[in-house]
């Protein structure tokens, strides 16, 4: 299977700031995902990431929050907007390859804290 | 909208016993089932996967699948501590991302 970095590890941002997390892949996939863990709580979708177009969300996720992009088949970022303590998370790029039978896998997370 | 639904847990057992977790789920239209396993601080790894009824074995993981009763579950036998974690129950249809439940914290006693 592929190997997926996210950069940055971890970060601690002020309310009312942006970041973005970047997904990297060392090799082509299909599909790319972005999902949310926050404390205590299991994986909830956030987006899937598609080449080339605008993303496609889950819904109570928006653009203008999580505005994503995917410029080919071994990038994607996600951009956390106008941050709020509530944003505080695990955000988990998964990628899929389906034309290789493969099922999702987890990036290994960026942890966000907002104070 | 698709719910899964695990025992938080924590479900504690000896060491070398059998831990049995267990997974329902809402939506009929299911059709690929998926054990991740996820230990604190890091992310989820794939252990099992299931299409059809029935057991799949893969050393000491079992997993069961019942559609009629829209019941998933893991054994593993011979529980060693490192098996203490999490285990998320996955499910999609077709090709759709995956969609989670909440996990059950699994601890192994020595």
């Known amino acids: 299977s592929a190997v997926i970095s996210q950069k940055p590890s971890r970060d601690i941002c002020q309310r009312g700031t942006s970041l973005t997390i970047q997904c990297q892949v060392d090799?082509?996939?299909?599909?790319m995902f972005w999902y949310r863990q926050q404390p205590g709580q299991s994986l909830t979708l956030i987006a899937t990431a598609n080449q080339g177009s605008e993303a496609t969300y889950e819904s109570g996720f928006v653009i203008d929050k999580f505005p994503i992009s995917r410029p080919n088949l071994t990038f994607s970022t996600l951009t956390v907007s106008n941050m709020s303590p509530e944003d505080s998370s695990i955000y988990l790029c998964?990628?899929?390859?389906?034309?290789?039978?493969?099922?999702?896998?987890f990036g290994p997370g960026t942890r966000l804290l907002v104070l | 909208q698709k719910e899964v639904e695990q025992n938080s847990g924590p479900l504690s057992v000896p060491e070398g016993a059998i831990a049995s977790l267990n997974c329902t789920y809402s939506d009929r239209g299911s059709q690929s089932f998926f054990w991740y396993r996820q230990y604190s601080g890091k992310s989820p790894e794939l252990i099992m996967s299931?299409?059809?009824?029935g057991d799949k074995e893969d050393g000491r993981f079992t997993a069961q699948l019942n559609k009629a009763s829209q019941y998933v579950s893991l054994l593993i036998r011979d529980s060693q501590p490192s098996d203490s974690a999490t285990y998320l129950c996955?499910?999609?249809?077709?090709?759709?991302?995956?969609?989670f439940g909440k996990g059950t914290r699994l601890s192994v006693i020595a």
């Open positions: 998964s990628v899929e390859n389906q034309k290789m039978g493969e099922t999702q896998y």
């Open positions: 090799s082509q996939v299909t599909m």
């Open positions: 996955a499910l999609r249809e077709g090709n759709t991302p995956l969609v």
């Open positions: 299931i299409y059809s009824n």
